[in-house]
C-alpha cells in the first residue's frame, strides 16, 4: 500500500498528467513489475503522449528502485 500511494504521487505529479487509475503491481522477490493507466488530454499527440509514458517510467524507477518493468496505459481524460 506504501508503494501505491508513492507511484500515485510521482505520477499524479508529472506535468499533463490529469488523472492515474488501475495501478497494479507485482513482486517477485526484490522486483517490482508495475501496470497503470494513466488520463491525459485527449487531444495531444502521440509523440508528446509517448513522452510523458517515458518520463513516467524514468521518474518511477529513479525514485523506486524496485521497480523493473514497468506498462503504461494512455488514456484520453474525460471531464465528465
Request: proline share 2%.
Amino acid at each position: 500500500e506504501k508503494t501505491r500511494k508513492e507511484i500515485l504521487d510521482i505520477v499524479i505529479n508529472i506535468d499533463k498528467v490529469k488523472d492515474t487509475h488501475a495501478i497494479r503491481t507485482r513482486k517477485t522477490g526484490d522486483s517490482i513489475f508495475l501496470d497503470l493507466h494513466v488520463l491525459v488530454d485527449g487531444n495531444m499527440s502521440v509523440t508528446e503522449s509517448h513522452n510523458i509514458t517515458e518520463e513516467i517510467q524514468v521518474q518511477l524507477m529513479s525514485k523506486i528502485p524496485e521497480i523493473i518493468d514497468i506498462v503504461v496505459h494512455i488514456e484520453p481524460y474525460d471531464k465528465k
